[in-house]
């Protein structure tokens, strides 16, 4: 988790993590979202080869602070795949997207999308667990194995 006071924070926290991680390609359909805030990665992103990538970029449509749960939907650039299928996720969302509990992300949904909510609403709450075999736990068979997320002050 990372708290940036502004835009320009985001940018250079973000920038440091990539150079620091060495990551060289970084998957990213929301073209708004990096040059809201002035991130200068433009060698390192790419639009294609989602599997191929050591990272993936997102918005949210909410974080709730109750579960510490990113409210991802179909209605977003991103689309379904793009927080599952890296080995890490970064999630970019402002303050005023920090709600209470699920129940405030879903009244919040219905009054973004009315009667056109999206086909799928997810809960990320992060690496996956799962021990259904032998019940031995398994941490981040399914989804990202690390997940960052960055809080911008709005």
């Known amino acids: 988790f990372v708290y940036c006071i502004n835009q320009q924070e985001l940018a250079f926290q973000l920038s440091s993590l990539a150079r620091k991680m060495d990551w060289q390609k970084i998957y990213c359909l929301e073209d708004k979202l990096l040059q809201q805030a002035g991130v200068s990665l433009d060698e390192r992103i790419v639009k294609e080869g989602l599997a191929d990538c050591d990272v993936s970029i997102t918005g949210c449509e909410c974080l709730v602070a109750r579960t510490g749960s990113i ?56 690496p996956s667990r799962t021990a259904d075999i032998e019940k031995t736990l398994v941490v981040g068979v399914h989804g990202p194995k690390e997940v960052y997320v960055f809080l911008v002050e709005s």
């Open 71 to 126: 409210m991802m939907s179909t209605a977003q650039t991103s689309g379904r795949t793009t927080s599952v299928y890296a080995p890490i996720h970064i999630c970019i969302a402002y303050s005023h997207q920090l709600v209470h509990d699920i129940k405030d992300a879903l009244q919040l949904a219905r009054e973004k999308y009315g009667s056109q909510l999206p086909s799928q609403i997810t809960f990320a709450t992060g």
